[in-house]
C-alpha cells in the first residue's frame, strides 16, 4: 500500500514564476491538506481540500491555490514567487482529521 | 487554537527513557493533544493522541493530568534512530494541525 507520494523531490524557479506541485493521497483517504515548511520552522497550515473543494484555509494569500481531482490527488499552485516561497512542501492525506498521513515533501529553491 | 510551549531540544543517551513535557495552560474543553515526530527530510509522522489521563501505543506513552494545563510525551528505551523534532498540538480535531517549533531531541550512543 503506497503511502502519500509528491511529486517532484526539489524544484527551482525564479522570482514571479509559477509552480505546480502534485500530490497522490494514501489509498482510501479522502482528504488533502497541504503545508509550507520554512528551514528550522514547523510546518504552517495553507489548506485543504475534501469533495474536490476546499474546506479550510490557513493565513496564505490568494498567490497560493490548489485543487482536488475526482481521485482524490491534489495540486497545490503558487503564483507570483517570492523569495520566501522558499521551504518544504508538504502534502497529507486523511480520513480521520486528527490523524493525518504526510508525504516526503517538496523542496521548492525561489532564486 | 490552544498556544503550545515546549522545550527547543533535549539530550538523551540510548537505552534511556525521554519525557517531553508540553504546556498548554489555555487548552479548551474540545481539544485533544496530539504528538507528531519528524526527521530530517521527511513529513511528520503521527505518534499519538489522547484526552485525559494516559494513553499508550506501541511507540509511546501520553500523561494528561486532571487540569489537562500540560502534557508529557514519553518515549521508553530510545535509540539513535529515535532522534528527530518531536511537535506537541492542541487542537479540536479540526480539520487543520497548527504546529510550533517543536523538540528537537537528540540521542547519543
Known amino acids: 500500500d503506497a503511502g502519500v507520494t509528491q511529486s517532484p523531490t526539489h524544484l527551482i524557479k525564479t522570482r514571479g514564476q509559477q509552480v505546480t506541485l502534485r500530490c497522490s493521497p494514501k489509498s482510501g483517504h479522502d482528504t488533502v491538506s497541504w503545508y509550507q515548511q520554512a528551514l528550522g520552522q514547523g510546518p504552517q497550515f495553507i489548506f485543504q481540500y475534501y469533495e474536490e473543494e476546499e474546506r479550510q484555509r490557513g493565513n496564505f494569500p490568494d498567490r497560493f491555490s490548489g485543487h482536488q481531482f475526482p481521485n482524490y490527488s491534489s495540486e497545490l499552485n503558487v503564483n507570483a514567487l517570492l523569495l520566501g516561497d522558499s521551504a518544504l512542501y508538504l502534502c497529507?492525506?486523511?480520513?480521520?482529521?486528527?490523524?493525518?498521513?504526510f508525504g516526503p515533501g517538496t523542496r521548492l529553491t525561489v532564486t | 487554537l490552544a498556544k503550545t510551549t515546549q522545550p527547543i531540544s533535549m539530550d538523551s543517551y540510548e537505552g534511556q527513557e525521554v519525557n517531553i513535557t508540553c504546556s498548554h495552560n489555555?487548552?479548551?474543553?474540545?481539544?485533544?493533544i496530539t504528538w507528531y515526530q519528524q526527521f530530517p527530510s521527511q513529513g511528520p509522522r503521527f505518534i499519538i493522541q489522547?484526552?485525559?489521563t494516559k494513553v499508550t501505543n506501541e511507540v509511546a506513552s501520553l500523561f494528561i493530568p486532571a487540569d489537562r494545563k500540560s502534557s508529557t510525551l514519553s518515549l521508553p528505551r530510545v535509540s539513535l534512530s529515535d532522534t528527530a523534532v518531536y511537535y506537541c498540538?492542541?487542537?479540536?480535531?479540526?480539520?487543520?494541525?497548527?504546529f510550533g517549533a517543536g523538540t528537537t531531541v537528540t540521542v547519543r550512543a
Open positions: 497529507a492525506s486523511s480520513l480521520k482529521t486528527y490523524e493525518q498521513y
Open positions: 489522547g484526552y485525559k
Open positions: 498540538l492542541v487542537g479540536d480535531n479540526d480539520y487543520k494541525l497548527s
Open positions: 489555555n487548552i479548551a474543553t474540545n481539544d485533544y
